[in-house]
């Protein structure tokens, strides 16, 4: 974008971008679980014990708030590689 050709920029834009997928993933997930889709890594779910149906009822117990935690934090570790 405007010409700039530098590998530390484009290194940063990439992070920048993941970090902004991944907070509106997160933000979407309300409206997605209302529809009883949910776009969450099952990985991350299957750890902390966690199904597809606990989003989509809106359950908000512990290991519900770990998975959403555990998925922003991957967000601030691309905002931590930028800075």
């Known amino acids: 974008i405007l010409g700039v050709r530098d590998i ?3 290194h940063a834009a990439s992070h920048i971008g993941k970090a ?3 907070v509106t993933c997160l933000r979407a997930t ?3 679980c209302s529809r009883r889709k949910v776009f969450l890594p099952m990985d991350i779910c299957m750890l902390h014990g966690v199904s ?7 359950k908000q117990e512990k290991n ?3 998975v959403i935690y555990d ?4 967000a601030h570790i691309h ?3 930028v800075r």
């Open 30 to 32: 309300p409206y997605h």
């Open 64 to 66: 519900v708030r770990d």
């Open 20 to 22: 902004q997928g991944i």
């Open 8 to 10: 530390h920029a484009d």
């Open 71 to 74: 998925i922003a934090s991957q």
């Open 79 to 81: 905002l931590e590689h």
């Open 52 to 58: 597809q149906e606990d989003f989509i009822r809106g």
